[in-house]
Nanobody, 127 residues
Framework: VQLQASGGGLVQAGGSLRLSCAAS?????????IGWFRQAPGKEREGVSC????????SFANSVKGRFTISRDNAKNTVYLQMNNLKPEDTALYYC????????????????????WGQGTLVTVSS
């Protein structure tokens, strides 16, 4: 089971990036919840967004609401995090994680409950 996060990079404030989380070894079709987390230097890891196993519900941290969207393409076994209007405070290492199979609302899944974690992809937003 592997998760491969990609799409990070350097962008100016106000710009956009789309992160991808590609799953292998299991099928997202089987109701896996996917979460995105980030960790900035010197700070604790925080949840950014998640999408439930059914794809029917999502959750976002208050700091990214209205700027980030999350979607899943089960045919490609990939979840996307579209990040718009990026701010310098969004600079962090972004990770994706999977939990499941589950039909729980993803906003109720704590970070420690995610079984599988990918490596991070670095997002740097310059002012």
């Amino acid at each position: 089971v592997q998760l491969q996060a990609s799409g990070g990079g350097l962008v100016q404030a106000g710009g956009s990036l789309r992160l991808s989380c590609a799953a292998s070894g299991f099928s997202l079709d089987n109701y896996y919840t996917i979460g995105w987390f980030r960790q900035a230097p010197g700070k604790e890891r925080e949840g950014v967004s998640c999408i439930s196993g059914s794809g029917g519900s999502t959750s976002f941290a208050n700091s990214v609401k209205g700027r980030f969207t999350i979607s899943r393409d089960n045919a490609k076994n990939t979840v996307y995090l579209q990040m718009n209007n990026l701010k310098p405070e969004d600079t962090a290492l972004y990770y994706c994680a999977a939990d499941g199979p589950s039909l729980r609302y993803c906003g109720n899944v704590a970070s420690y409950e995610y079984h599988y974690w990918g490596q991070g992809t670095l997002v740097t937003v310059s002012s």
